[in-house]
C-alpha cells in the first residue's frame, strides 16, 4: 500500500457541480498539505494541518473547503468551481518538530481536475 | 514574488553522462533544501536533501551541491540513466517548515 493515497485521480465537474477530493496518508505522520499545480507553474501551498488543526490557508477562494477529521484522512471539498481551478491537486504528508528544519513532504499521485 | 527559481526548463544528456540541474533561491532564512523527482501522472517522489550547514551531500547517483553565499544549488546525476527521464523540483524551507517550490526542470536522457 502506498505511503499516501489520493482518490479520484481524474475529476470532470461542472461549475454548478458539488465534489470532494480525499487524501489518506500511512505513514503515521502529524501535518498533512494540500497544494494546487498549474501548468509551468510552481506548486502553491493551499492549505496546511498540524495535528488536526488548519495552521494556514494561502488566501485560498472559498470554493475550496478542506476537512481533516484525523491525522491519517483530508479531504478538499470543491463547489462553484471556475474553469480556471483546473489543475492537478496534490496531497502530501509530513513529520513535522517544532522548531526543526528538515520537513520532507510525501506526496500522494494528485487528482487531475477539470472544471467544465 | 517566485522565491525558488529553475531556470533552463529543459535538458537533454546522453545515456552515461552527467545531468546538472540549478536553482537559485532569494530567501536567506531557507535552511534545508530538497530536491523531488516527477513522473508523469504520479506525485513527486523526494530525492535527495541538505541542510544548510553543509555544502555537499551525495546518495548514490545524486549529489546535491550548496552555496550559500550565491543562494544556488544543483543536482548532479552521473551517470545518467533511461529511469531518470522526468521532472525534478527544487524546494526550499526555513524555520516554518513550509516547502517553496521551483517550476521544475525536465530531464531527458537519451539511451
Known amino acids: 500500500e502506498t505511503g499516501v493515497t489520493q482518490t479520484p485521480r481524474h475529476l470532470v465537474m461542472g461549475m454548478t457541480n458539488k465534489k470532494s477530493l480525499k487524501c489518506e496518508q500511512h505513514l503515521g505522520h502529524n501535518a498533512m498539505y494540500w497544494y494546487k499545480q498549474s501548468a509551468k507553474k510552481p506548486l502553491e501551498l493551499m492549505f496546511v494541518?498540524?495535528?488536526?488543526?488548519?495552521?494556514e490557508n494561502n488566501s485560498v477562494p472559498s470554493r475550496f473547503s478542506p476537512e481533516c477529521p484525523n491525522s491519517s484522512h483530508l479531504f478538499l471539498h470543491l463547489h462553484t468551481l471556475q474553469p480556471e481551478d483546473s489543475a492537478l491537486y496534490l496531497c502530501a504528508s509530513s513529520q513535522e518538530a517544532t522548531g526543526i528544519s528538515g520537513n520532507i513532504q510525501y506526496f500522494g499521485a494528485g487528482t487531475r481536475l477539470s472544471v467544465l | 514574488d517566485q522565491q525558488v527559481k529553475q531556470n533552463s526548463p529543459s535538458l537533454s544528456v546522453q545515456e552515461g553522462r552527467i545531468s546538472i540541474l540549478n536553482c537559485d533561491y532569494t530567501?536567506?532564512?531557507?535552511?534545508?533544501f530538497l530536491w523531488y523527482k516527477k513522473y508523469p501522472a504520479e506525485g513527486p517522489t523526494f530525492l535527495i536533501s541538505i541542510s544548510s550547514i553543509k555544502d555537499k551531500n551525495e546518495d548514490g547517483r545524486f549529489t546535491v551541491f550548496l552555496n550559500k553565499s550565491a543562494k544556488h544549488l544543483s543536482l548532479h546525476i552521473v551517470p545518467s540513466q533511461p529511469g531518470d527521464s522526468a521532472v525534478y523540483f527544487c524546494a526550499a524551507s526555513g524555520g516554518n517548515n513550509r516547502l517553496a517550490f521551483g517550476k521544475g526542470n525536465q530531464v531527458v536522457v537519451i539511451p
Open positions: 530567501n536567506s532564512m531557507f535552511d534545508y
Open positions: 494541518y498540524s495535528l488536526e488543526e488548519r495552521v
